[in-house]
């Protein structure tokens, strides 16, 4: 990347060069996030007029906060009442912002998946984030797309 730049850019520093790549990380990342954002109003028929980007970081929000629940449950700190109670207002704000009527949504309870999943029938040829098993994703963790696991992802 580096020499990329300086062949681009000959006369930058290297203070530069780093401002530079981290901008273009959030470029990037914004870029993913729009998309996912793109998506979902494509498959729950939003108005185009929703913000994709404000749409994905509060669906976000709300899946950072079940995954939270799920994790504690499957540990044991709380129990299934508690964990019914709090879940299920999260579930239906989930389905406000997407105005969800009848699609498919639900809680998925395993703490090492995300918590707000689409059914597999509902998204199978959708273009949307999808789990091992086929499973659509409300509100992907997108910052581990900037960072490929393996030289084959780039």
């Not at 006369?11 to 959030?26: E, F, G, P």
């Not at 108005?47 to 976000?60: A, E, G, P, R, Y």
């Not at 939270?68 to 964990?83: E, H, P, R, S």
């Not at 091992?132 to 581990?144: C, F, M």
Request: net charge positive; with cysteine.
């Amino acid at each position: 990347m580096k020499k990329i730049i300086n062949e681009l850019y000959p006369n930058m520093n290297n203070s530069d060069i780093k401002v530079l790549k981290n901008n273009s990380k959030k470029i990037e990342l914004y870029n993913l996030i729009k998309k996912h954002g793109d998506n979902l109003k494509k498959i729950f028929n939003l108005d185009k007029s929703v913000d994709s980007i404000k749409l994905c970081k509060s669906l976000f929000r709300l899946e950072n906060k079940a995954q939270k629940l799920t994790l504690d449950f499957a540990n044991g700190v709380i129990d299934q009442n508690y964990f019914d109670k709090k879940i299920e207002p999260l579930l239906i704000k989930v389905e406000n912002i997407l105005n969800v009527l009848d699609q498919p949504i639900f809680v998925n309870n395993d703490p090492r998946g995300y918590a707000f999943k689409i059914s597999d029938t509902y998204v199978k040829n959708k273009e949307i984030f999808k789990d091992w098993g086929g499973y659509g994703i409300i509100a992907p963790d997108l910052k581990g797309y900037l960072y490929p696991f393996t030289t084959n992802a780039i």
